[in-house]
C-alpha cells in the first residue's frame, strides 16, 4: 500500500485499541482497491470493528437478544448451498452452532471458512425467525474470529435433547425423543446427490397427538401398529408443521405391550379427537386435527377460480406470477373463518370438499356465473349458503402473520346435537347472569 496511507492507519489504529495493524491495513487496501472513496472507506473500517464491542449473549437467550450482538460457540455441521439470488447465481453456508447453553441454526451470505469442531466468537451478528424458528445470521459486517479449544463446550448436541409428549414437540425444538405407535408407515424412492435412494415414511401418534416422520436409516421389524421410543430425532418444518426426521444419530427400540404407556388400539381407531380452535391458535402447527364452529365469514377468493398448470398458484388473468402467462387451469374453492367461542381460524377447503359443503358442482356454480355474467356472483352465493353453518374440519393448521390456517383434507356438517351444545355454553357462563 502506498505510504501516504500510513498516516490514516496510525489514525485508524488509535481509534481502534486492540486491533491489529496489519488488520486495519488490509481492510483499507481492500476498500480502496473497489474505488471507495478514502473517508467512506476509514468510516466503513471503524464502524467494522467497533462492532466487537457489541453485548455477548448466550444461545438460551437468542429470542431476546438485541438488533446486534456477538457470540461464542463451536461449529457442529456447516453446509455450502447454491442458490439463484436476482437471476445470479450465489452461495450460502448454514449449519448449527452450540454452547454450553443451547443449539440454533446458522446461516452465512459470506465464506467464513467455517469447518464443524471450529470454536469461534462472532461479532455484528443478528437474530431473526425463519418458521417461528430462531436463527443467526451472519452479514457482510459480521467479524469471525476463531478461537483455540474450549473444553467448556460441547461437542454433542445430543445434550440438548428434550423429552416430550407429540403434542409438545414444536417448531423450535431441534431434537427430540418420545414414544409413540407408528400408524402409517410406507417406502419412497428418491434420489439424493444422483443416487437412488430408499427412506421411510409415515405417521406416529401417542395419545396426545400424532406427527409425520421420515427415516433415511432401515428401521427392520417396525410396521403399522408397533409401539416405539425413540431418541435424538431431529426436527424439521414443512409449511409451519414439525415433522420427525431419524437419522444415523436417532436410536429406537420396539417397545412391548406391557410396557406400552398408551392404548395402541385406541390410537389405531384413526379417530382423532376434536380439539379447541383456541388449543390450535397456541401452537405454531399441528398435524391432523379437528375442530368444529361455525362459519362467520366467506372470503374474497372464494368460489370460481384459475390455477397455474405448473405451481398451482392462483391465477389472475391468465397471468402466473412465477411462470407468466399460461393457461389456467379451472378450479373451485371456500375460504372461511370458522369460530367457535374459544377463537378463529381460516380454513381452506378444495373442489371435492368445496362441492360438498357448498351443495353444488363447479358446473353448476359456473352455470350461475355465466347467467349472471359474473364470477362472483358465486362468491356471493356462497356466502348466502354457508355463513352460519355449523362445520366440522379435519386438516393440517399452519401459523403466518396472517393467522393461523388449517387445510382441510375432510370436512362435513355433524349431527348437531343442539340441545347439548347449549347446555355446554350455559355452563361457561358465570352463575350470577
Same mark, same amino acid.
Given at each position: 500500500m502506498n505510504d501516504k496511507y500510513a498516516p490514516h492507519i496510525e489514525e485508524l489504529s488509535k481509534a481502534l485499541e486492540g486491533v491489529g495493524y496489519t488488520d486495519i491495513q488490509t481492510e483499507l487496501d481492500n476498500l480502496l482497491r473497489f474505488r471507495v472513496p478514502l473517508e467512506e472507506?476509514?468510516?466503513?473500517?471503524?464502524?467494522?470493528?467497533?462492532? /466487537?464491542?457489541?453485548?455477548?449473549?448466550?444461545? /438460551?437467550?437468542?429470542l431476546n437478544a438485541p438488533k446486534s450482538f456477538a457470540l461464542k460457540g463451536r461449529?457442529?455441521?456447516?453446509?455450502?448451498?447454491?442458490?439463484?439470488? /436476482?437471476?445470479?447465481?450465489?452461495?450460502?453456508?448454514?449449519?448449527?452452532?452450540?454452547?454450553?447453553?443451547?443449539?440454533?441454526?446458522?446461516?452465512?451470505?459470506?465464506?467464513?471458512?467455517?469447518?464443524?469442531?471450529?470454536?469461534?466468537?462472532?461479532?455484528?451478528?443478528? #437474530?431473526?425467525?425463519?418458521?417461528?424458528?430462531p436463527e443467526i445470521n451472519f452479514g457482510q459486517r459480521s467479524i469471525v474470529e476463531k478461537l483455540p479449544e474450549d473444553p467448556s463446550l460441547p461437542k454433542d448436541e445430543k445434550i440438548f435433547t428434550q423429552t416430550k409428549k407429540i403434542i409438545e414437540i414444536n417448531p423450535s425444538d431441534l431434537l427430540v425423543s418420545s414414544q409413540g405407535v407408528v400408524t402409517e408407515i410406507y417406502h419412497r424412492d428418491i434420489i439424493v446427490k444422483g443416487k437412488d435412494t430408499i427412506i421411510i415414511e409415515g405417521v406416529i401418534a401417542d395419545d396426545t397427538g400424532k406427527l409425520p416422520f421420515?427415516?433415511?436409516?432401515? #428401521?427392520?421389524?417396525?410396521?403399522?401398529?408397533? +409401539?416405539?421410543?425413540?431418541?435424538?430425532?431431529?426436527?424439521?418444518?414443512?409449511?409451519?408443521?414439525?415433522?420427525?426426521?431419524?437419522?444415523?444419530?436417532?436410536?429406537?427400540?420396539?417397545?412391548?405391550?406391557?410396557?406400552?404407556?398408551?392404548?395402541?388400539?385406541?390410537? #389405531?381407531?384413526?379417530?382423532?379427537?376434536?380439539?379447541?380452535?383456541?388449543?390450535?391458535?397456541?401452537?405454531?402447527?399441528?398435524?391432523?386435527?379437528?375442530?368444529?364452529?361455525?362459519?362467520?365469514?366467506?372470503?374474497?377468493?372464494?368460489?370460481?377460480?384459475?390455477?397455474?398448470?405448473?405451481?398451482?398458484?392462483?391465477?389472475?388473468?391468465?397471468?402466473?406470477? +412465477?411462470?407468466?402467462?399460461?393457461?389456467?387451469?379451472?378450479?373451485?374453492?371456500?375460504?372461511?373463518?370458522?369460530?367457535?367461542?374459544?377463537? +378463529?381460524?381460516?380454513i381452506m377447503l378444495n373442489r371435492e370438499l368445496s362441492e360438498v359443503i357448498y351443495g353444488r358442482s363447479m358446473e353448476e356454480a359456473e352455470n350461475i356465473a355465466k347467467l349472471s355474467m359474473s364470477k362472483d356472483a358465486v362468491y356471493e352465493s356462497m356466502k348466502r349458503s354457508l355463513i352460519g353453518t355449523y362445520l366440522a374440519v379435519r386438516g393440517n393448521s399452519s401459523k403466518s402473520e396472517f393467522g393461523t390456517t388449517i387445510v382441510a383434507r375432510y370436512a362435513w356438517v355433524p349431527e348437531d346435537d343442539l340441545l347439548s351444545r347449549l347446555d355446554d355454553l350455559l355452563l361457561k357462563l358465570p352463575e350470577d347472569i
Open positions: 472507506a476509514k468510516r466503513t473500517i471503524l464502524n467494522k470493528f467497533r462492532s /466487537k464491542e457489541a453485548c455477548e449473549i448466550k444461545i /438460551k437467550d437468542i461449529i457442529i455441521s456447516v453446509e455450502k448451498k447454491k442458490i439463484v439470488l /436476482k437471476g445470479e447465481t450465489a452461495y450460502l453456508y448454514s449449519g448449527k452452532l452450540l454452547d454450553e447453553t443451547g443449539v440454533c441454526l446458522f446461516t452465512a451470505w459470506d465464506d467464513f471458512c467455517l469447518n464443524e469442531g471450529d470454536i469461534i466468537k462472532i461479532y455484528n451478528v443478528h #437474530m431473526k425467525l425463519w418458521n417461528n424458528r421420515s427415516s433415511w436409516v432401515p #428401521m427392520e421389524g417396525v410396521d403399522i401398529g408397533n +409401539a416405539i421410543n425413540f431418541r435424538d430425532a431431529h426436527v424439521r418444518l414443512f409449511r409451519g408443521i414439525p415433522s420427525l426426521n431419524f437419522t444415523h444419530m436417532t436410536s429406537w427400540e420396539l417397545l412391548p405391550d406391557n410396557k406400552c404407556p398408551f392404548s395402541k388400539n385406541k390410537i #389405531m381407531t384413526d379417530e382423532p379427537s376434536y380439539i379447541s380452535i383456541g388449543s390450535v391458535l397456541e401452537k405454531d402447527g399441528l398435524f391432523d386435527v379437528v375442530v368444529t364452529g361455525n362459519i362467520i365469514s366467506v372470503r374474497p377468493g372464494s368460489g370460481l377460480i384459475e390455477r397455474c398448470p405448473t405451481c398451482n398458484r392462483v391465477i389472475q388473468n391468465n397471468v402466473c406470477r +412465477a411462470h407468466g402467462t399460461v393457461e389456467g387451469i379451472r378450479d373451485m374453492r371456500v375460504k372461511a373463518i370458522l369460530d367457535d367461542g374459544t377463537g +378463529a381460524v381460516y
